[in-house]
């Protein structure tokens, strides 16, 4: 992952950062999610819409083995890819992943992925109508990007931020805009603190809009 393709966000002074997935792993994903909806079978039984708080046509559970593929092209399995993301997002937002739950006084200047673990990770397929409530992810730190997109959201024929995925912290206040949201486009993908809130709006055009999440535990 090359850092300078990031982009750390700051609403509400969290830090958010923003990075393009590359287009092997795309692919990749998106093979694998057609294969998962189009198998019945296997569609329900790793469906997770019951842990999920969603309004929308499909939410499937990631199975373990696709984190260990490397993309055609590429040397780097999806975890270790996404490992490097996170440990360059920890260094640079917090310096370094903490050795304490819930405090940074005890940081390491370089951190080791080891420490971290993806505990759950998740397709969602969302068409016409379909949403997702304000809601938090469980875990430490949580990633959420878009795989496919329809091109009424590209195109901007939707009606405003229809489809968009928006975050949420504090208060109304003068001058304050409690409210983050953000395009989807394919590739696109957001880290952020778990307990940040967000949601997820309907959109009326055809196709789908395919979203991968999934949440770290600092071990």
């Not at 909806?37 to 499937?60: F, I, M, P, R, Y």
């Not at 260990?68 to 640079?92: K, R, S, V």
């Not at 009606?159 to 304050?176: D, I, N």
């Given at each position: 992952m090359d850092r300078n393709t990031a982009k750390i966000h700051l609403p509400f002074s969290?830090?958010?950062m923003e990075f393009t997935l590359e287009m092997p792993?795309?692919?990749m994903l998106n093979t694998y999610a057609d294969k998962i909806t189009a198998d019945e079978k296997k569609s329900q039984e790793l469906d997770w819409s019951k842990n999920l708080v969603g309004n929308v046509k499909q939410e499937h559970a990631i199975?373990?083995?696709v984190w260990m593929q490397t993309p055609q092209g590429t040397n780097t399995t999806l975890l270790e890819y996404m490992n490097t993301i996170a440990n360059a997002y920890m260094d640079q937002c917090y310096g370094g992943i903490p050795n304490e739950p819930y405090g940074y006084r005890n940081k390491t200047p370089r951190p080791d992925a080891k420490q971290l673990m993806v505990n759950t990770s998740w397709i969602v397929n969302q068409y016409a109508?379909?949403?997702n409530p304000p809601h938090m992810h469980y875990g430490h730190l949580s990633v959420a990007g878009w795989l496919s997109v329809p091109d009424s959201i590209t195109n901007n024929e939707e009606r405003k931020e229809a489809g968009w995925f928006e975050f949420h912290h504090g208060s109304p206040q003068f001058?304050?805009?409690t409210k983050y949201p953000i395009k989807p486009r394919v590739g696109a993908f957001v880290m952020f603190p778990s307990w940040?809130?967000?949601t997820v709006?309907?959109?009326r055009g055809e196709g789908l809009r395919r979203s991968m999440s999934f949440?770290?535990?600092i071990k």
């Amino acid at each position: 992952m090359d850092r300078n393709t990031a982009k750390i966000h700051l609403p509400f002074s969290v830090p958010v950062m923003e990075f393009t997935l590359e287009m092997p792993y795309v692919d990749m994903l998106n093979t694998y999610a057609d294969k998962i909806t189009a198998d019945e079978k296997k569609s329900q039984e790793l469906d997770w819409s019951k842990n999920l708080v969603g309004n929308v046509k499909q939410e499937h559970a990631i199975e373990e083995e696709v984190w260990m593929q490397t993309p055609q092209g590429t040397n780097t399995t999806l975890l270790e890819y996404m490992n490097t993301i996170a440990n360059a997002y920890m260094d640079q937002c917090y310096g370094g992943i903490p050795n304490e739950p819930y405090g940074y006084r005890n940081k390491t200047p370089r951190p080791d992925a080891k420490q971290l673990m993806v505990n759950t990770s998740w397709i969602v397929n969302q068409y016409a109508g379909d949403f997702n409530p304000p809601h938090m992810h469980y875990g430490h730190l949580s990633v959420a990007g878009w795989l496919s997109v329809p091109d009424s959201i590209t195109n901007n024929e939707e009606r405003k931020e229809a489809g968009w995925f928006e975050f949420h912290h504090g208060s109304p206040q003068f001058l304050l805009d409690t409210k983050y949201p953000i395009k989807p486009r394919v590739g696109a993908f957001v880290m952020f603190p778990s307990w940040l809130q967000h949601t997820v709006y309907p959109f009326r055009g055809e196709g789908l809009r395919r979203s991968m999440s999934f949440n770290y535990i600092i071990k």
